[in-house]
């Protein structure tokens, strides 16, 4: 469908409750995609300032209104948000989600690793303040979440990625 060019795709998105993660998994949705889309903030109790606003469920919500007001009316049919909570700090966690993938879909198609981790001082720990002065948990967390579990997602990912990829060269 012209409305709906990745239509039949599967995609994870990891860091989607809110920002660029959340951007991305929205526009991918509404263009037909079925995206798995994680993070720690699932729903609404979990919504606080240090979540910054954003949780899985207000994701989801939120396409399945894009869908309804697509340019041309109708309803999208087959693009929608899949939210699984998940800790990228924590390994079994996100082979756990490639596990759910691989059982419900038999595919993936994209992997957009966006997960970081707002380290435990809060953003107005680090906002303002040189390096130098921030304490090591910053750099711990950032390097944790933002830069180890793209690396282990990407390993618990790449299996996959690369059977769907044989699939739709030998079809």
């Known amino acids: 469908s012209p409305l709906q060019p ?24 509404v263009a037909g995609a079925t995206v798995y ?8 109790k979990e919504c606080t300032e240090a979540t910054l ?10 396409v399945m209104e894009a869908l309804i007001d697509i340019p041309g009316g109708g309803k999208a049919a087959n693009g929608r948000v899949i939210p ?13 989600v490639l596990d759910t993938v691989r059982r ?14 707002i380290p435990p ?5 680090m906002v303002g303040k ?7 948990e910053v ?11 793209h690396y282990i997602a990407a390993c618990a990912a790449v299996p996959l990625l690369i059977e769907t990829r044989k699939e739709a060269w030998t079809a």
């Open 53 to 62: 606003g954003g949780t899985l469920t207000t994701l989801a919500e939120d």
């Open 130 to 136: 040189p390096f130098w002065e921030q304490g090591a």
């Open 84 to 96: 699984l909570r998940c800790d990228h700090a924590v390994d079994p966690q996100i082979y756990s």
């Open 6 to 29: 990745l239509q039949g795709k599967v995609a994870l998105v990891t860091g989607a409750s809110r920002g660029i993660g959340r951007g991305i998994a929205f526009e991918l949705a």
């Open 37 to 44: 889309a994680t993070a720690r903030s699932y729903g609404e």
């Open 121 to 125: 001082s809060g953003v107005a720990g």
């Open 104 to 117: 419900v879909e038999g595919r993936l198609d994209f992997l957009v690793n966006n997960a970081f981790a």
């Open 139 to 149: 750099w711990d967390s950032l390097l944790n979440v933002g830069l180890r579990n």
